[in-house]
């Protein structure tokens, strides 16, 4: 299988483990699961039927704000409040 941004299911390099992710990288594989955490894999991954609606931040299918788009927007709160701008928004991951 050779799709990037591909939501799959794959196992986990050298482990008994699978996670569910977007395919980031073909070779060596790597997933990004909705977490934002990156997995290197081995093996053929298996498409997932219904993935998760696609991430506001960042288009992929990893639900509807990514972990990795929400720290980023955290990130992107604390330097706005140093300069005295609020930035107010409501989770999708609580």
Do not use: H, W
Request: glycine share 12%; with cysteine.
């Amino acid at each position: 299988m050779e799709f990037k941004n591909v939501f799959v299911t794959a196992k986990l390099l050298g482990a008994d483990d699978f996670r569910q992710g977007v395919i980031i990288n073909v070779d060596p594989l790597i997933i990004r699961g909705q977490s934002g955490e990156e997995y290197e894999c081995e093996g053929e991954p298996v498409i997932v039927v219904n993935p998760p609606e696609t991430c506001i931040g960042c288009g992929l299918p990893l639900g509807g704000l990514c972990g990795r788009c929400e720290s980023n927007l955290e990130a992107l709160k604390k330097a706005m409040n140093v300069n005295g701008i609020e930035l107010t928004y409501i989770s999708f991951n609580k």
